[in-house]
């Protein structure tokens, strides 16, 4: 049996990638070192895949920043406003990337949105009725032939035409189906050029077949590769698809010419019983995701050798692959110096993924695998009791009762009290939590972690950050401040740390968007809170003002979705026992005169399933519990908001505001605002205060550009129940734009304030 890699991370085993290209960024170092750090670190990638003999491995699965974006930018995908800065390639597409602002002009990013259900984030391309898609570049080739002359075969890898339109944002009238006459013909040349230069296997990604589809996009799938198909040469297409099922459309799948066929068999829960019932064609390769490229557990061989050999009943070629890309998991255990054996027998990450392959692909051919010695070493550590169990935590969670996730009393009856006690002005202007962490709050943690400085000496740098952070929100005249979050650099880690059951890593750094890399915590056991978190943070810095300062807590949905969770209990369970840890740091806060409490919900759709039907079964049945069981011991006027990186919850908008939480902020500014017309037409009970700016950039809106958005938001939300705020931290912000951005905030607030309050 041979193996197959969908993609392999990019960022460097120690983040070089994200290092350089900030240098770069900041005018350090020049394209050309740039470069040259991207190369080294492709060879290094290529190497471990050919160290541990994976036969199918892919290029062109690196990224200066992301995937789809460079498709864009191949396809000459590129909006006109970054054309007319007339910059470089690469400063083109990075401003398409990051935005841009300077002498050659002022333009925002493109819209950025979570990759299906990872935390990945990719670029959303942009396609206007005048755009001519075709192919421009050539990274596709030269990456091929980079590996190429390292001694390598390597299968190119691109998002396929179909995913890629079904992605993009379209900017007229015109729609996907409008450019298929060109993608076709672009995805022929780029076959062509392939085809020249010997490529054996291509493969296209496209993971937008195991979201539900319509007829129609499943004749626009098929029309554009029975076309594209005709024209491969000598290549064989790889159709490759992960995150999910592809029940929909396996029969038309099957139909078509293609050499290989990829399926995820792990969450692709559907894909097994598909082959069966439809068989699968002979003349293809069936490219079999049996290995979890997600999750970062030891592989149980056991599971992955008896569905390969339930497949091979129907399939005649099988390649063991892994599930997705490889992109979601960190780089290698070796970096992990601290991990007590015990615990870090239990994990594999990219590498030792590699390494697990290349032991199924042995075990394969073996005629009795049971008796190998890999195998039972393998089921041993699989099967062993783990460490960390807590039968108190156990009961608890099963204890619970209907009243301990119901708020009283109704929230109308609690907002017209939380009005009365906190004398707010209308459009109260507010933050999402984190300042920027400067040089100099970073270098106090790692000061810290280092052992440099005590905890004491650390707590007095944090509490002089704080202090320094509520008179300068005094100062710009914000009305409920914040305390700027210095003690943590990671909304889940930092609780995490505070939890039992948590295991940390050094090194397991999993790109998120861009530069921008998460370090996952890993569930390992049952999870209670050790002791208080954040209250005295958020009661030294209530105790400096007089203004109301928010409490600033990650909600258990959040928690577990940022973190590797466990696979021998359920993801319920999980976000219960979180979810009575947060509640005891919730009450705390209340007790310790906190009043207004935010619980981060950053991450709640991050999970959702990503087929419809499987919403209410499984995730959004105890992830709106989950957030209600944090808050319903509060008091009635203790205010709760909560805070969504993402502003596209129209088809669950009931559910978020079954949340019950008084409050909810969240992204609105980068993607379009149909989310107004939800809330309108919902009647949300819940405050909105929808984000007005764009934090992930740092451009600088103007006050005139903040009031024109308020004014709009007002056409949709009513004015009693606004909040004006950023769309979301401002913890990867420099100082000089946060303030200047802040200080036009509340100029704007103040302006559509009193325009307000005239009529
Ligand atoms: N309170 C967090 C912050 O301000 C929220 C971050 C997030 O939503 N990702 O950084
Ligand atoms: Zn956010």
Redesign the pocket.
């Known amino acids: 049996m041979v193996s197959a890699v969908i993609g392999f991370p990019r960022v460097g085993k120690q983040r070089e990638l994200k290092f350089a290209s900030e240098k770069y960024f900041r005018g350090e170092i020049n394209k050309q070192e740039l470069e040259k750090i991207a190369i080294e670190l492709r060879k290094e990638h290529f190497i471990y895949q050919k160290e541990q003999g994976i036969t199918y491995i892919s290029s062109n699965d690196f990224s200066y920043y992301d995937g789809i974006l460079d498709t864009a930018v191949l396809l000459n995908v590129v909006p006109e406003c970054y054309r007319a800065l007339k910059l470089n390639e690469l400063d083109t597409y990075f401003a398409m990337a990051r935005g841009y602002q300077g002498a050659e002009g002022d333009v925002k990013a493109l819209a950025m949105k979570k990759w299906f259900n990872t935390n990945y984030h990719y670029m959303v391309p942009e396609i206007s009725d005048d755009m001519k898609i075709e192919l421009v570049g050539d990274k596709p080739f030269v990456l091929y032939q980079e590996a190429k002359e390292l001694g390598l075969e390597t299968k190119p890898v691109i998002i396929g035409p179909f995913t890629f339109l079904k992605l993009a944002k379209y900017q007229g009238t015109k729609k996907a189906k409008d450019f298929a006459e060109d993608m076709i013909n672009a995805y022929s040349q780029l076959l062509e050029g392939f085809h020249k230069l010997g490529v054996k296997w291509v493969q296209f990604d496209e993971p937008i077949l195991v979201t539900d589809l319509t007829g129609e996009d499943i004749e626009l799938f098929e029309q554009i590769y029975q076309r594209l198909l005709k024209r491969k040469g000598n290549c064989k297409i790889l159709l490759q698809t992960y995150f999910g099922d592809v029940r929909d459309c396996y029969s038309n799948i099957i139909g078509i010419a293609f050499d290989g066929i990829g399926l995820d068999f792990l969450e692709g829960k559907k894909n097994l019983e598909l082959v069966k019932q439809n068989g699968f064609p002979k003349d293809k390769i069936l490219f079999a995701g049996l290995l979890n490229g997600k999750n970062i557990w030891k592989c149980n061989y056991k599971n992955v050798l008896e569905i390969k050999k339930e497949l091979q009943e129907y399939a005649e070629q099988i390649v063991l692959s892994t599930s997705c890309s490889l992109l979601h998991v960190p780089y290698t255990l070796d970096s992990e110096t601290k991990l007590e054996q015990e615990v870090k027998q239990h994990f594999a990450f990219a590498v030792e993924k590699l390494a697990e392959m290349k032991e199924l692909c042995y075990l394969a051919e073996s005629s009795d695998y049971t008796k190998e010695q890999v195998y039972l070493d393998n089921q041993q550590i699989c099967e062993s009791e783990r460490k960390y169990q807590d039968k108190e935590v156990q009961k608890k969670t099963a204890l619970l009762e209907e009243k301990d996730f119901t708020r009283l009393p109704k929230r109308a009856e609690r907002q017209e009290l939380q009005k009365k006690v906190y004398h707010l002005p209308l459009f109260p202007t507010t933050?999402?939590?984190?300042?920027p962490q400067t040089q100099e709050v970073k270098k106090n943690r790692s000061s810290y972690r280092k052992g440099e400085i005590d905890k004491v000496a650390y707590d007095k740098k944090v509490f002089e950050l704080i202090h320094d952070c509520i008179r300068k929100q005094e100062e710009l005249g914000i009305d409920v401040l914040?305390h700027g979050?210095y003690e943590?650099n990671d909304?889940v880690e930092f609780f995490g740390e505070n939890l039992a059951g948590y295991i940390f890593t050094e090194k397991a750094w999993v790109q998120s968007y861009g530069t921008r890399c998460v370090k996952p915590p890993i569930i390992f056991g049952d999870v209670k809170r050790i002791r208080p978190i954040t209250v005295a943070y958020s009661s030294y810095a209530q105790s400096l003002t007089d203004k109301q300062v928010k409490g600033?807590l990650?909600g258990p949905v959040?928690i577990l979705n940022w973190s590797f969770p466990r696979e021998d209990i359920s993801l319920k369970e999980m976000a219960y026992q979180i979810g009575i840890a947060i509640r005891e740091e919730v009450l705390d806060l209340e007790e310790a005169g906190i009043n207004i409490i935010?619980i981060?919900e950053?991450?709640l759709k991050e999970k959702m399933p990503i087929r419809k039907s499987d919403w209410y079964s499984g995730y959004l049945d105890w992830a709106i519990p989950a957030f209600r069981l944090c808050h319903s011991g509060v008091r009635p006027e203790t205010q709760i908001h909560t805070?969504?990186?993402y502003s596209e919850f129209e088809e669950i908008i009931r559910d978020i505001d079954n949340m019950d939480a008084d409050v909810i902020s969240f992204?609105a500014s980068r993607s379009k605002l149909t989310i107004l017309d939800a809330i309108k037409d919902s009647e949300f009970e819940t405050e909105v205060g929808p984000g007005i700016y764009d934090i992930h950039s740092p451009r600088v809106p103007s006050v005139e550009e903040l009031e024109e958005v308020l004014k709009k938001l007002l056409t949709k939300i009513d004015k009693d129940k606004l909040w004006v705020n950023p769309d979301?931290?401002?913890?990867t912000r420099g100082i000089a734009e946060t303030e200047a951005s802040l200080k036009n905030l509340v100029e704007a607030a103040k302006i559509v304030r009193e325009k307000a309050e005239k009529c």
């Open positions: 933050t999402i939590g984190s300042f914040v979050e943590r909304m600033m990650t959040t935010q981060d950053a991450a805070h969504m990186c992204e979301c931290g401002l913890k």
